[in-house]
């Protein structure tokens, strides 16, 4: 199967019916694990990219948050939020067929605090640089929670099985 055009096939069959354009396909062992367009217009969910959804289908299927082992096919260069996501999930490979430059001719999805153009570099920033008004508001009751964690799982710091550099 190619899944390369299947990918841009769940893409269009959005498109065509009143979604946005966009769509990912996660293979694993040459078979499609999981695929999604971009639900966020047909949800009003702002989280509901085809990344996302996804990855959180592949993940059920098989029972774990990380996905060795599989090449994620996404339309275009993930948007920060996704991009996040690929990281934390830790497939073998991410397959983009577009970049902005290809899209932004056609497309822009810019918004009060999110402006692909600089938002990559917001991340850079120290919190209190960044466009979206953020605080600190620091409690030791809340650092006890990561203390419980630890304490729960035998004094171990990271999560178990989780696939480290």
């Given amino acids: 199967m190619d ?3 299947r990918t841009i096939d769940i893409a269009l069959k959005n498109v065509e019916e009143g979604g946005r354009p966009f769509a990912t396909v996660i293979v694993k062992d040459g078979e499609i694990l999981a695929e999604s367009p971009n639900l966020v217009a047909q949800t009003s969910d702002p989280t509901a990219h085809a990344e996302i959804l996804a990855i959180r289908e592949a993940c059920t299927r098989l029972g774990t948050e990380h996905l060795t082992g599989a090449t994620i096919y ?3 260069h ?3 939020m996704c991009l996040g996501s690929l990281y934390y ?3 073998d490979e991410v ?3 577009t970049g902005r430059e290809d899209y932004e001719p056609h497309y822009v999805d810019d918004r009060k ?3 692909l153009n600089t938002f990559y570099a917001e991340f850079a920033k120290d919190w209190s640089e960044r466009r979206l008004p953020m605080r600190h508001e620091p409690r030791d009751a809340a650092t006890d929670v990561y203390r419980a964690w630890q304490q729960r799982n035998g004094g171990e710091r990271r999560v178990a099985g989780a696939p480290t550099a």
């Fill in 113 to 115: 605090y999110f402006e």
């Fill in 89 to 91: 999930c830790s497939p």
């Fill in 74 to 76: 996404v339309l275009a």
């Fill in 95 to 97: 397959v983009f067929l």
């Fill in 78 to 80: 993930p948007c920060p």
């Fill in 3 to 5: 899944f390369i055009q």
